[in-house]
């Protein structure tokens, strides 16, 4: 659990300089959440993520979500080994929805206004996906976290993502990794693998350095939306680089 010195010390290390972006899409993989476990959620990883997140929201950037299922798919893959990939994927979405739902409270218990948005209409526990609302509630300073992804089967969370920041205006999306960028080959294999500074859509795509899927890619480059990939396992990360402070890589069309 994050104390409230621990909570300090992180604010303390981002500098008072003004972010570049004023609205964010997060992107998270689900795998995030479950911290050194095989599978589920760790409470004290969803605190600590969701401290980051307040952290970013204190500097005045507004900040939407979109997490993955990884995490509570994998709990359940041998049971979707043969199934059909349609109902695979919807069983996905439902682990999206629960990874919000957990996001959500855990935000909300530090005080942050949180609102989860549905593809899939869930009326009971959250609100269904309407732009216009979704883009009041980041105005007046709430985050709002996409679930579902974007409610079709065969679209994963990275097109979602793309997807959703295209239709907020965000400004950049952040892809937070367990890496602190892209590198040329995987730097888990490779101690000598290169981390890239910059590099442009067209590269990631053609030297297939699995950012985010094609889709995701196209889609960001077609609406000229940076992605800044960074590492969300370290404390303090995400505001650091929104004010573009640390390590990261940020992808462009140059």
């Known amino acids: ?62 900040v939407c979500v979109v997490v993955g299922a990884g995490n509570i798919f994998r709990g359940v893959s041998g049971a979707a080994d043969g199934m059909d990939r349609t109902t695979a994927d919807y069983m996905g979405m439902l682990g999206i929805v629960m990874n919000a739902l957990a996001l959500q409270n855990a935000l909300e218990n530090m005080g942050v206004n949180t609102r989860v948005q549905s593809a899939i209409r869930m009326d009971s526990i959250c609100e269904p996906y309407i732009r216009r609302k979704a883009i009041r509630h980041m105005a007046k300073g709430r985050v709002v976290i996409f679930a579902a992804g974007t409610g079709n089967p065969y679209f994963t ?13 965000c400004d950049v999306i952040m892809k937070g990794t367990k890496v602190d960028g892209v590198y040329d080959c995987d730097p888990k294999v490779n101690p000598d693998a290169n981390r890239y500074d910059k590099v442009s859509y067209i590269d990631v795509l053609t030297k297939d350095l699995r950012i985010m899927d094609a889709t995701a890619i196209s889609l960001a480059r077609e609406n000229d939306i940076p992605i800044v990939v960074f590492s969300v396992m370290e404390k303090g990360n995400f505001a650091k680089v929104a004010c573009s402070q640390g390590h990261y890589t940020i992808v462009t069309n140059t």
């Open 157 to 169: 969370t990275d097109t979602a993502a793309a997807l959703r920041a295209s239709e907020m205006n």
């Open 1 to 62: 659990m994050t104390s409230t010195k621990d909570q300090t010390n992180i604010l303390s290390s981002v500098s008072p300089s003004p972010s570049p972006y004023k609205r964010v899409m997060l992107k998270m993989s689900g795998e995030v959440l479950m911290g050194e476990k095989d599978f589920g959620l760790d409470s004290s990883t969803v605190e600590r993520v969701s401290y980051d997140i307040k952290e970013a929201i204190d500097l005045g950037i507004e």
